[in-house]
T-cell receptor, first 114, second 115 residues
Framework: SAVISQKPSRDICQRGTSLTIQCQVDSQVTMMFWYRQQPGQSLTLIAT?????????ESGFVIDKFPISRPNLTFSTLTVSNMSPEDSSIYLC???????????FGSGTRLTVV | AQKVTQARTEISVVEKEDVTLDCVYE???????LFWYKQPPSGELVFLIRRNSFDEQNEISGRYSWNFQKSTSSFNFTITASQVVDSAVYFCALQGSSNTGKLIFGQGTTLQVKP
């Protein structure tokens, strides 16, 4: 399965600022996904990053708050915009192709907003 | 709607005890996949197993075993002779055929193995 590099691994940010998280896969993949894990909670899908088209967002998540880019088949970014303390979470990307989704996640970005 | 329920949010055992983590799922899809992940304190998500809905054969991998029963919509995970290094949060997840790769996660079970 694919190997995913995610950075930064952690960050502490001021409220009102933005942070961009990068996800690099070592092979071409069809689908890339971004998940959020709030403190003590489970993982929730934010959006599916589509190569060459706009991301598909889940209910409760909007492009203005979480803009996503997918310039090619191996790379994606998630930006957390205008951050507030409620955005403090672990953000994880995942990738897959064909029927092989869900095997691999990035190491996660632990974000703290102060 | 699709849903995954892990009823027990916290389990504490003493080392060498066997422990079972429960997972019950809901889906209307006839084809789906079930997953288990381990999340240690460092935060990364470690893939443990994927099982498709047509394969009800139980699986064993070392001290880990999985019991898939479609009749009860359950996919339980047992750790035999638990070790302190097994301490982590464990997530069960569902991927339906209509979800195009999307995973629905249970709430997670925090396992603490005491020496």
């Amino acid at each position: 399965s694919a190997v995913i590099s995610q950075k930064p691994s952690r960050d502490i940010c001021q409220r009102g600022t933005s942070l961009t998280i990068q996800c690099q896969v070592d092979s071409q993949v069809t689908m890339m996904f971004w998940y959020r894990q709030q403190p003590g909670q489970s993982l929730t899908l934010i959006a599916t990053a589509n190569q060459g088209s706009e991301a598909t967002y889940e209910s409760g998540f909007v492009i203005d708050k979480f803009p996503i880019s997918r310039p090619n088949l191996t790379f994606s970014t998630l930006t957390v915009s205008n951050m507030s303390p409620e955005d403090s979470s672990i953000y994880l990307c995942s990738a897959g192709t064909g029927h092989f989704y869900g095997y691999t996640f990035g190491s996660g970005t632990r974000l703290t907003v102060v | 709607a699709q849903k995954v329920t892990q009823a027990r949010t916290e389990i504490s055992v003493v080392e060498k005890e066997d422990v079972t983590l429960d997972c019950v799922y809901e889906t209307r899809d006839t084809t789906y996949y079930l997953f288990w992940y381990k999340q240690p304190p460092s935060g990364e998500l470690v893939f443990l197993i994927r099982r498709n809905s047509f394969d009800e054969q139980n699986e064993i991998s070392g001290r880990y075993s999985w019991n898939f029963q479609k009749s009860t919509s359950s996919f339980n995970f047992t750790i035999t002779a638990s070790q302190v290094v097994d301490s982590a949060v464990y997530f069960c997840a569902l991927q339906g055929s209509s979800n195009t790769g999307k995973l629905i996660f249970g709430q997670g079970t925090t396992l603490q193995v005491k020496p």
